[in-house]
């Protein structure tokens, strides 16, 4: 139990180092994106905050699981590395009793991500793709910053404002550029604003401005003043509930709805707690380290292990979305392959005798070795 007590304290010490470090890169990298839609005019500055949690909630259970399985992997190197695992073994102790102290700890982190899996990354990704889509389906005036040039839903138009009053839709010292099949037609203003007419259809309405049309690099061109002036602007369609994309719906919903895409989202929402579970096992044997070497291999292994993992499992979902593998046959054989991996693993660590396990081999190694000097001194 002192054991089991001092280990929680351990792993639970660099977890939290661990999951600081990984969070603050994820989510300084996230911010630095949505700034940058935010810069493009491709979502609205207003909606940053709410984007970046959003998102800080999609990427949550991929960082708690390269957490755990860190965490359990520098404790278990630690403990080879400042020999407590040469006392461990000489106690008659077997590294299977590692199991209970870990799953311990790590069980509540595997709960957790399967419910952010199965229900808070949908509802996350749901309501990013809402606060979107508002964006989007404004006029194309009022998704003008000022000072910022934006183009309109239809691609033809480009918009440009100077300032805008208030919380209202007039904005001042408009410049409109379009381009149709009757060529480039140029309007400036010094305000304008939105109406609706009583058929629903928006209307930019210019006052007090300029027009120029005319075909780029002809010598003919139009010119008008006007006092008044409408152009209609286009605004995007509502999105279909029906359309949303798999990712953001409820798994209530999804379990009900026919179609690769839906099974192969099961099929990741189910993976996620199961590569929770096997990579904290796994981390158990790989924490091997000869403590006359550095640690750092384990690290970049451990690494190359989450990603390769992570990977291949995005590669079975791609082949259910494709059609290839239905959904019985395509979500447990990785990690069933994954779970013989890691019992062959215990099995190699735990026959310290085997004539390929590492302290055998060190050992042979360190008994040539001194016979090497024997002889040599004998000479």
């Not at 691609?155 to 919380?167: A, C, D, K, P, T």
């Not at 215990?346 to 396990?357: M, Q």
Request: overall charge positive; proline content about 4%; hydrophobic content about 50%.
């Amino acid at each position: 139990m002192i054991f089991h007590r001092a280990l929680q304290r351990e792993l639970a010490s660099a977890a939290g180092a661990t999951f600081t470090v990984l969070f603050s890169i994820s989510v300084t990298w996230t911010l630095i994106t949505i700034l940058g839609k935010a810069a493009g005019g491709k979502v609205a500055s207003e909606d940053v905050i709410a984007l970046l949690a959003f998102a800080a909630l999609n990427y949550l259970p991929t960082v708690l699981i390269l957490t755990s399985f860190i965490s359990v992997l520098m404790v278990v190197t630690r403990s080879y590395r400042e020999s407590e695992m040469v006392v461990w073994f000489a106690s008659g102790l077997s590294l299977t009793r590692w199991i209970r102290p870990v799953l311990t700890f790590g069980m509540p982190i595997v709960l957790l991500t399967a419910l952010l899996a199965f229900y808070a990354t949908p509802w996350a990704k749901q309501k990013s793709i809402e606060y979107t889509d508002r964006f989007q389906k404004r006029e194309d005036l009022q998704q003008v910053s000022p000072g910022q040039f934006r183009e309109s839903a239809s691609s033809n138009r480009i918009f440009f404002v100077e300032g805008v009053s208030g919380q209202t839709a007039v904005v001042h010292n408009v410049f409109v550029n379009t381009v149709d099949e009757k060529g480039t037609a140029i309007v400036v203003a010094k305000e304008g604003s939105i109406t609706t007419a009583p058929d629903g259809t928006r209307f930019l309405e210019l006052k007090n401005g300029r027009r120029y049309q005319g075909i780029p690099g002809s010598p003919e061109f139009q010119t008008m003043e006007f006092e008044k002036y409408s152009m209609r602007v286009a605004s995007q369609e509502a999105v279909n509930a029906t359309e949303q994309k798999v990712e953001a719906m409820p798994s209530s919903e999804l379990l009900r709805t026919p179609g690769p895409f839906a099974q192969a989202e099961i099929l990741w929402r189910l993976s996620i707690p199961i590569m929770c579970a096997l990579l904290l096992l796994l981390a158990i044997p790989l924490g091997f380290v000869n403590p006359r070497a550095g640690s750092s291999a384990n690290l970049i292994v451990a690494l190359l292990v989450f990603f390769g993992y992570q990977n291949l499992v995005k590669v079975f979902e791609a082949s259910v979305k494709q059609g290839k593998y239905v959904f019985g046959m395509a979500w447990w054989p990785l990690h069933v392959l994954i779970l013989l991996v890691v019992l062959g693993l215990f099995a190699w660590r735990a026959n310290v005798n085997h004539r390929y396990h590492p302290r055998a081999m060190w050992a042979r190694f360190k008994h040539s070795g001194a016979q090497a000097r024997t002889k040599g001194g004998a000479q």
